[in-house]
């Protein structure tokens, strides 16, 4: 199975992204993908919740998702939309942060809401409360596909290992972590911490991410990282998308998790222990 990764710039209007994505998925389909990913917030990056609440839709209603469904069947590939900012019904009027996986005949075979929330102060003059607008998820995901077995995180998921080697004992062969990582953090921790979730698990991980600075209609504006990745089973770095928007390709062979399992067994060698 050949998997594009879309590296974007998404901006705060959900109508340009899609725009942006569909011209990027008909590439990469000329280029034999049959499993693509976007990265996290595809259809809105934006530090505006008054704007989000203008533009952004319930799942039912989100003409991103409708749109990249039929995209999907169009071209009889496999989606992974990193994720869609959608609207719920809960009563304090957060939204979700929503991972979608898309079958080659459109129809939604998994989601996946983001568990943990990035509240931190990288420096005093980058500050991120998502929880204020966003409701975690609570629920771990394994999707099953022909090709692989996948487990489905997002961002800041990443710095949280136990969720990847619950996903992986859970049968995932691939780990998706598609982001919106800071620029600041993103320098720091995203190769490291990449490595370390597919040296541990055993598995691919695929990292779509978005980069550059985003424009917004209103609010701060924002910078991201970039560096979309592709990390091997055994922890080498197969493709890296550097700063600029576009595509990369990885051919993925599942017998490579099983090789590196092999070699070392570590999801088999839990033990209990006393917490301190």
């Known amino acids: 199975m050949r998997a594009a990764l879309l590296q974007i710039t998404s901006s705060d209007d959900p109508a340009e992204n899609l725009d942006t994505v569909r011209g990027m998925m008909a590439e990469a389909v000329v280029k034999g993908a049959g499993f693509v990913l976007t990265p996290e917030v595809t259809n809105c990056l934006s530090t505006s919740r008054t704007h989000q609440n203008a533009v952004l839709c319930h799942e039912e209603d989100d003409p991103t998702l409708a749109a990249l469904r039929d995209e999907a069947a169009k071209h009889g590939i496999w989606l992974l939309i990193g994720s869609l900012g959608v609207k719920t019904h809960d009563a304090d009027g957060r939204f979700a942060n929503r991972q979608f996986l ?133 922890g080498e770095i197969l493709a890296d998308a550097g700063t600029d928007p576009g595509v990369v390709y990885v051919d993925l062979d599942m017998g490579k998790v099983a090789q590196a399992r092999k070699r070392v067994p570590a999801l088999t060698h839990d033990r209990e222990f006393d917490e301190p």
């Open 102 to 234: 898309i079958a080659p005949d459109g129809a939604v075979t998994a989601r996946y809401d983001k568990i943990h929330m990035f509240d931190v102060e990288v420096t005093p003059e980058e500050t991120y409360r998502e929880s204020d607008g966003y409701r975690p998820g609570a629920c771990a995901v394994v999707a099953e596909t022909p090709f692989a077995k996948i487990g489905m995180t997002i961002c800041y998921d990443v710095r949280f290992p136990h969720l990847h080697r619950a996903l992986a004992k859970a049968g995932a062969q691939i780990l998706t972590v598609p982001a919106a990582f800071s620029h600041v953090t993103g320098a720091a921790h995203w190769h490291a911490l990449l490595q370390a979730r597919a040296i541990e698990t055993g598995c691919y991980v695929l990292a779509p991410a978005q980069t550059g600075t985003h424009k917004a209609s209103r609010g701060a504006v924002r910078r991201t990282y970039g560096h979309s990745l592709v990390v091997a089973p055994w």
